[in-house]
């Protein structure tokens, strides 16, 4: 009885490490998406070169997580919820992942933008865009942490602002580009930036999902909810 109390408690030490680790993880990817988004508006190239460079430190991060959590099913043979918490924390860091990359997308984007004329609105009407996924980001980590379904759903419904925020953008881009021809390459580039940001805000409520998850033992069974356009559009998603 004492060995298997000694070794619960050292798979929840362990456990709790791994998760920390997320935790730390999910900051550098937040903090990723708010210097892109002020980077863009601003047309900050330092900026936008610091958000390039950090992107390595989230891949290295990714890559300890899942070591860290192979070794731990590995080792302590972990019961089925807390193996379901282990296989979670994979599917979050990769999630995670994806996202910084995004980031590092629009902040290479935003080193062309820069030499570009500037569309009036744009840069803002992104931060805007980015802000509402930014949140969403917080609330589905913070979900994790505090195992908290109801805040994870909420996330997920959000999803849906997004999407229709990108499509305004798209036709305001497209307007632009019809009205003076010069405006095509730059709106081409905030075009796929702002596919970018609605990719993130898939990615948080794919956080959000495993957090649903993780909580009830079940995924959602509804269809996520997504607009008319964005589920129809068969666009290039805008990965480099």
């Known amino acids: 009885m004492n060995t298997e109390r000694h070794i619960l408690s050292a798979f929840d030490r362990d456990l709790e490490t791994v998760q920390a680790l997320v935790v730390k993880m999910g900051g550098m990817v937040e903090s990723a998406i708010h210097d892109a988004a002020n980077a863009l508006e601003n047309r900050d190239e330092e900026l936008a070169e610091a958000v390039r460079r950090r992107d390595s430190a989230i891949d290295q991060l990714e890559t300890q997580i899942n070591e860290e959590a192979a070794r731990l099913i590995a080792l302590r043979a972990p019961r089925a919820t807390d ?141 996520r909810p997504k607009s008319e356009s964005v589920t129809r559009a068969n666009l290039n998603e805008g990965e480099d």
């Open 83 to 223: 193996l379901r918490t282990a296989l979670t924390v994979i599917k979050i860091s990769a999630i995670l992942e994806r996202v910084g990359d995004y980031a590092k997308n629009i902040a290479k984007r935003s080193h062309v933008l820069v030499h570009m004329p500037a569309v009036e609105g744009a840069g803002m009407a992104l931060r805007r865009m980015s802000s509402t996924v930014e949140g969403m980001m917080k609330d589905a980590l913070d979900s994790y942490i505090q195992r908290d379904a109801a805040l994870a759903a909420d996330v997920r419904r959000r999803d849906l602002e997004v999407d229709q925020m990108y499509n305004a953008l798209f036709r305001e881009f497209l307007t632009y580009m019809m009205e003076d021809p010069r405006n095509i390459t730059p709106c081409m580039h905030l075009h796929f930036i702002a596919k970018n940001i609605e990719r993130m805000g898939d990615h948080a409520t794919g956080i959000a999902e495993q957090v649903i998850y993780l909580a009830t033992g079940e995924l959602p069974d509804d269809a």
